[in-house]
């Protein structure tokens, strides 16, 4: 049974600050990892992806994906209220063909 | 931008009836996905297609059947739409290992 681990939160980070979201996963043949963005009553979105160990950056977004402690992070810098959301941690198996969901963590920032 | 469209946004239909879900795309991407997202249990996949007539059953694919006839659109048919299938169905795709894309989501309400 491949499993995906996130903390529900919620997550309180102030406005400006560094927010976290960590995950965790259990099958080491995985392959690709991503990051979706859900706002309350929207569908997931697409915000980060990574596929090799180490740090990906793409404007205020940061993932960092460690293989060999199955481990994979998403850090959102200079916080804003509307990074307010839920985010949901997948893990991709045959490709990204497959994917499993994370429940997700549920993140607030405080103006 | 990819563009995935779901047919209806909010539904409700009476137990026993035969519930159809469309999925259509314009991007002519291989897969397509069907899931379902329950408070507390996540988004679970239920089927996906890979072909024009191809399909594999995701995690929980009991009560529910899919039709791909032609590449852009894919069908989530509920055989005989019971309380416990109320949801919020959401209908993804990608190509070729890509990221997954998610349409808008319909909100089904069986009563």
């Known amino acids: 049974q491949k499993e995906v681990e996130q903390n529900s939160g919620p997550l309180s980070v102030p406005e400006g600050a560094i927010a976290s979201l960590n995950c965790t996963y259990s099958d080491r043949g995985s392959q690709s990892f991503f990051w979706y963005r859900q706002y309350s009553g929207k569908s997931p979105e697409l915000i980060m992806f990574i596929y090799s160990n180490g740090d990906k950056e793409d404007g205020r977004f940061t993932a960092q994906l460690n293989k060999a402690s199955q481990y994979v992070s998403l850090l959102i810098r200079d916080s804003q209220p509307s990074d307010s959301a839920t985010y949901l941690c997948?893990?991709?198996?045959?490709?990204?063909?497959?994917?499993?969901f994370g429940q997700g963590t549920r993140l607030t920032i405080n103006p | 931008d990819v563009k995935v469209t779901q047919s209806s946004r909010y539904l409700v239909k009476r137990t026993g009836e035969k519930v159809f879900l469309e999925c259509v795309q314009d991007m002519d991407h291989e897969n397509m996905f069907w899931y379902r997202q329950d408070p507390g249990l996540g988004l679970r996949l239920i089927y996906f297609s890979y072909d024009v007539k191809m399909k594999e059953k995701g995690d929980i694919p009991e009560g529910y059947s899919v039709s791909r006839e032609k590449k852009e659109r894919f069908s989530l048919i509920l055989e005989s739409a019971s309380t416990n299938q109320t949801s919020m169905y959401l209908c993804a795709l990608s190509g070729s290992n890509q990221p997954q894309h998610f349409g808008d989501g319909t909100r089904l309400s069986i009563l």
């Open positions: 997948a893990v991709g198996f045959q490709g990204a063909q497959k994917l499993v």
